[in-house]
Structures are given as structure tokens and as C-alpha cells.
């Protein structure tokens, strides 16, 4: 049996329509389903739903044989004993430095104080401003990071951005952009030794699905 570690929410969404591209429907929507192991069409292969920060967790240490997962996720959780053979082109949205409307953040870059970060992203934030030369006081939040501003918690967020909407709707503005952001194809090292005859096919089906979608070959990396 092959375990796919999914999370529900916008990676979701976009992953499924790989998944049946690649011959694997879920027997019930996993988005409403209360079900958190889901069987597929395909005899062999199940998905399992946890958490988007565990997806690499359950891979890592076996639970589950592939995954899908943001690079944010995985930047966060640095990637050890993860095998990543393909970026799936979905879930895309970057990674930004946002503030609010009004804050002269260029002015204190120049004035070099210290800077407060809050952000759900610590590593990445620390790496992003530690490149910089910037020393700055990294809160770490958990969610609704767009409130760190408005209340005085920080100078400034780390965080996604897609459509812009919540910025837009809290007043921030994006002054600085970290990095495109997409889902990654995660698959647990000894897996793919043990049960190569279901995980090459899966990839290589998945690559020319995304290849499909996007028009273009995607990234990969010798299996
Ligand atoms: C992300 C991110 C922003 C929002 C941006 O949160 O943290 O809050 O999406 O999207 P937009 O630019 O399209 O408005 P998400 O909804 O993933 O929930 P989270 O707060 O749990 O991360």
C-alpha cells in the first residue's frame, strides 16, 4: 500500500486534478469528508489528511510513502531525510515582507534600528534578513500574522501572499518579495527503493501531468 500525504485548502484543490490525471481518485472529497484515510481508485494507493506543517513529518519518518507540500512548509522544516523529485507547479504564491500602509520601512532600513518580525516563518524570515546583514527580533505567530502590525506586536510580517486580498483588506503593503512559492512532490527515501513500482510510475505520470497543466516540463531531479 502507497500512503499521499495531503492538506487540505488550496493545495488540495490543486493536487486532485493531478492525482486523476494520473489515474488516482479519491472514493469520497477528502475536503468534506471527516475521513482522514481516504482509499483511491487505484487499488494501492490511499491518501491520508493531516496538517500541511506535518506533511513532510509523516514522510520523513515513513507514515506515509509521498506527500504534497508548499516549499514554505518545507523550508521551515528543512527538508532532512525528504526525498524531492518534483515541483507540481500548484499552490503558487510568494513569500513577502509586508508593513503597514504609511510605515516608512525603507527610512528605518536606513536608520538601521532593530527590526520586530513577526511571522509564522522563522527560518525563512531569519535566513531573508540574516542575508541582509539585518539583525532583527524574529515573534514567532501562528496565524492571522496581517493583526502583528495593527496592533503594535511588530514592524513587520513574513508571510504568503496570493491574491493580495488580505493585505489589501488589513491596510499592509508588500515592500519586499522573499520568493515564488509552489507545492512540492516529497517521497520518503527508502520508499521510493521499496516500493519503486508503484512510485516511479506515480512520478512520471504526475511530471507529464504537470507538464500538461503547465505547458512546460517541470523541475525534476534524477530518481
Ligand atoms: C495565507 C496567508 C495570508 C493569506 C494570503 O493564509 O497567511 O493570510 O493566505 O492570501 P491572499 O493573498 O489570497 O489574501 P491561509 O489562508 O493559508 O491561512 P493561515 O493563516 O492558516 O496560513
Redesign the pocket.
Known amino acids: 500500500m502507497l500512503s499521499i500525504a495531503l492538506s487540505k485548502?488550496r493545495i488540495l484543490d490543486d493536487t486532485l486534478p493531478l492525482l486523476k490525471a494520473a489515474g488516482i481518485v479519491a472514493s469520497e472529497d477528502p475536503e468534506s469528508s471527516r475521513k482522514l484515510i481516504i482509499p483511491t481508485s487505484h487499488a494501492g494507493v490511499r491518501l491520508i489528511i493531516v496538517r500541511a506543517t506535518d506533511v513532510p513529518t509523516y514522510v520523513q519518518y515513513g507514515a506515509a510513502d509521498v506527500g504534497v507540500v508548499g516549499h514554505d512548509v518545507l523550508l521551515e522544516h528543512g527538508g532532512a531525510g525528504l526525498y524531492q523529485p518534483l515541483d507540481l507547479g500548484v499552490g503558487r504564491c510568494r513569500m513577502v515582507v509586508a508593513t503597514r500602509r504609511g510605515f516608512d520601512w525603507h527610512g528605518s532600513l536606513q536608520r538601521g534600528g532593530r527590526v520586530r518580525v513577526a511571522t509564522?516563518y522563522v527560518r525563512i524570515a531569519r535566513e531573508h534578513f540574516g542575508a541582509k546583514g539585518m539583525h532583527v527580533d524574529v515573534i514567532k505567530l501562528y496565524?492571522?500574522?496581517?493583526l502583528a502590525p495593527l496592533t503594535g506586536l511588530a514592524d513587520v510580517i513574513v508571510?504568503?501572499?496570493?491574491?493580495?486580498?488580505?493585505?489589501l483588506a488589513n491596510d499592509l503593503v508588500e515592500v519586499e518579495t522573499i520568493m515564488p512559492i509552489s507545492s512540492r512532490l516529497v517521497v520518503n527515501p527508502a520508499a521510493l527503493k521499496l516500493k519503486r513500482a508503484v512510485v516511479q510510475p506515480l512520478l512520471a505520470s504526475l511530471a507529464a501531468a504537470v507538464e500538461r497543466t503547465h505547458g512546460s516540463a517541470p523541475q525534476r531531479s534524477a530518481a
Open positions: 485548502g509564522k496565524g492571522s500574522m496581517e508571510d504568503l501572499v496570493s491574491s493580495g486580498n488580505t493585505l
